[in-house]
C-alpha cells in the first residue's frame, strides 16, 4: 500500500556542488597561509616590541612607523635594492634572450637529437641548485668571478633556461606554420621572423618567464652569498640577514626590514597574475 509520498531524490549534481565547496576550502585554505604572514609582517613593522610580545596578532596601539622610516632612510638599504635590481634585470634580460633563441630552434626546426637534446634541458628542471653549489663556487674563484655581479648573473641565467625554454617552445609551437610561411613567401628570413613576427606574438610567454625570472632573481640566497664578501655588492636578501643580526631583539625593526624587501616580488606578482597564468596556459597540450 502506497503511503503517497516519494522519498526525496539525491540532486544529481550533488557530487559537482561538493568538488566546488572542496576547491573553495582549499583555495581558501591556502590563501589564508599566504595572506596571514604578509599581514602579520606589515602591521609588526608598525608595532614596537612590547606590542609584538603582548598583542602579536592584534592592530598596532599605538602605530610605530619609525621602523620602516629608519629602513627607508637608510643608504645600506637602497644599495642593496640598487644591487638587487641591476642583477634580476640583468638575469632576466640574458636568459629570456637566450631560453627565446633555443626555444625558436626546438619549436621550428627538425634535427636529428632535437628532442634528446630537448630532454637534458628539461632535465635541468629536477636539478636542484643546491647540488651545484660547491663546483660552482670553485668554477667562479678559477674564473675571477667573486664579488662580481657576473658571478650571479650568468649563473642564474643558466639555472633559468630549463623553464624558460620548455614555457616557450610550448608557445612557439602552438603559433600556426601558416604565419611563418606567409613571413617567407615575403623574402622574410628566420632571423627576421623571430625577431619581428615571433616575439611580438610571444608577448604573453614571454611576460611569464620574465617574471619567473626577475622573482627569482630577487628572492636568491644562496649564489649571493657565496660570491659577494665585499658589501658593496649586497643583494636585499643578504641585508635582510645582516639586518637581522644587527638588530635580533628588536623583532618589529626586523619585521619592517623584511616587508619592505618582499614588497617589490609582491607587487610584482599582483600586477603581472592574469599575464602570468595566461603565460603558463597558452601552450598546453600544443608542447
Known sequence: M????????RPRNLPRMMRHGVLQAVSITVGAAVAVPIVFGVLGGFKDSGQLFTNPFGLPDPWVPGNYLEAVTSSAF???????????????????????????IFARYAFPGRE??????????????AVAILPLFVLLREMGLLNNP???VLPQAAFGLPVTIVILRAFFRSI???????????????????????????????G??????VVGSWNNFLLPLIVFNDSRWWTL?????QFQSQFSADTARILAY???AMLPSLVCYAFAERQLIAGLTSGIGKG
Open 78 to 104: 637602497w644599495q642593496q635594492a640598487a644591487n638587487s635590481t641591476v642583477i634580476a634585470v640583468a638575469s632576466t634580460a640574458l636568459v629570456v634572450l637566450i631560453g627565446a633563441m633555443a626555444a625558436y
Open 208 to 213: 611569464t618567464v620574465s617574471i619567473l625570472a
Open 176 to 206: 600556426p606554420a601558416e604565419v611563418e610561411e606567409s613571413a617567407v613567401l615575403d623574402g622574410c628570413g628566420p632571423f627576421r621572423f623571430f625577431w619581428r613576427i615571433l616575439l611580438p606574438m610571444s608577448r604573453p610567454a614571454l
Open 116 to 129: 634528446l637534446l630537448f630532454t637534458i634541458f628539461t632535465i635541468g628542471l629536477m636539478f636542484p641548485f
Open 258 to 260: 623584511v616587508t619592505l
Open 237 to 241: 636578501p643578504l641585508g635582510v640577514q
Open 150 to 152: 657576473l658571478g650571479v
Open 2 to 9: 502506497s503511503s503517497g509520498t516519494t522519498p526525496a531524490r
